[in-house]
């Protein structure tokens, strides 16, 4: 099996080359997900279908309701993008989903509800009564929701079954960045994270238009990368800033802003892992030591199915988190060293190794719960040093 690489971030950290970028190749990804949150797995919203409950439509009412119906669609495609995103970036509290989610979703859905039992009356027929069709719940990870919108009469189809297409990633260029100061190192490696995060919601949203197409021709390119051109654009045009603010010269990003498109399956470049926020190599601090990074192999991940896409891509993100957090207690141990020889294995590639072992085996899960082959991922969780 062809098992795409991802592209490599090289930062020079106080003249010594870093290379630390977690290559993620051969699996659909999506956004991401925090750790030690417990909301890895992207959850759907189960709704009544409508389209099946109707009564018989009238020829004068039918485009009016077949526009409803698409109605509730797309904002059930809307709300699964923002549980995608919960699960990426949890927020609020215990009630964000029932009240950030739900709760408005209900409120949409008794309107389009509404309008389609008007639609029989202005035709003439007797108006159904559709409340009961408003109140939406919640599916387990991995499994789709219903719609209407290909739905015939008194058979609900699910989006991501097997037919369902499967997720294009975006394909965004690796920034080249140079030897970054040690009093920059911070702001770059943030910008470096809100790039790969840029991508990790842009694959969310491939991953919704793969499920549940929308939009003409141009909707991709319209929607989604070219909002995420601009995002890109901004964050490159704060790491420059970063250089600037500390009299360094200013690197001319631009160049890698725009995005394309990987084939169905394929994996995409990321960047918070370069190691710009191990910085501590000392720019004109002769006594501090040179920072270093480390160094994870990539996992091989099969092709992932859809189902299965949100929740792996989570835990993906975890994993580029993960050496995100190790690089950063490299570089405070590299500023200021404490412990004996086996500090760094014992309090640093130990634990990671832990953590990376239990994203693993979330992935491994993720297929088994949409009933494909586990893949067995144990190889890839020990790290060693760049």
Known sequence: MARPMRKNAVLKLGGVGALAVLLLGGGLQLASAGENTGSTAAQTVNCPTVRDKLPAIPASAAAGVERELANLDEEIARQNERLAKQAANPQGG??????????????????????????????????????????????????????????????????????????????????????????????????????????????????????????????????????????????????????????????????????????????????????????????????????????????????????AAANVQAELANLDKQINEANARLAQQAANPQGGANFINNAILGPLKDKRQAALDRIEIAFNRVGAQRPDLDSFAACGLN
């Not at 919108?149 to 965004?172: E, L, M, R």
């Not at 141009?218 to 970063?242: H, W, Y």
């Not at 501090?288 to 091989?300: D, F, I, L, S």
């Open 94 to 307: 215990a009630n964000f989903i029932n009240n950030a989610i739900l709760g408005p979703l209900k409120s949409k859905r008794v309107a389009v509800l509404d309008r389609i039992a008007i639609n029989f009356n202005r035709a003439g027929a007797q108006r159904p009564n559709l409340d009961a069709l408003a109140t939406c719940g919640l599916n387990a990870p991995g499994v789709a929701s219903a719609l209407n919108s290909s739905v015939k009469a008194g058979n609900a189809a699910t989006g991501g079954n097997n037919t369902t297409a499967a997720a294009q990633t975006v394909n965004c260029p690796t920034p080249q960045i140079p030897a970054v100061p040690a009093q920059a190192a911070a702001n770059v490696q943030a910008e470096l994270a809100n790039l790969d995060k840029q991508i990790n919601e842009a694959n969310a949203r491939l991953a919704q238009q793969a499920a549940n197409p929308q939009g003409g021709a141009n909707f991709i390119n319209n929607a989604i990368l070219g909002p995420l051109k601009d995002k890109r654009q901004a964050a490159l045009d704060r790491i420059e800033i970063a250089f600037n603010r500390v009299g360094a010269q200013r690197p001319d990003l631009d160049a890698f802003a725009a995005c394309g498109l990987n084939g169905a399956g394929a994996g995409n470049a990321g960047n918070g892992n370069a190691g710009a926020g191990n910085g501590n190599a000392g720019a004109g601090n002769g006594n501090a030591g040179a920072a270093r990074t480390v160094n994870c192999p990539t996992p091989q991940i099969p092709a992932v199915p859809a189902q």
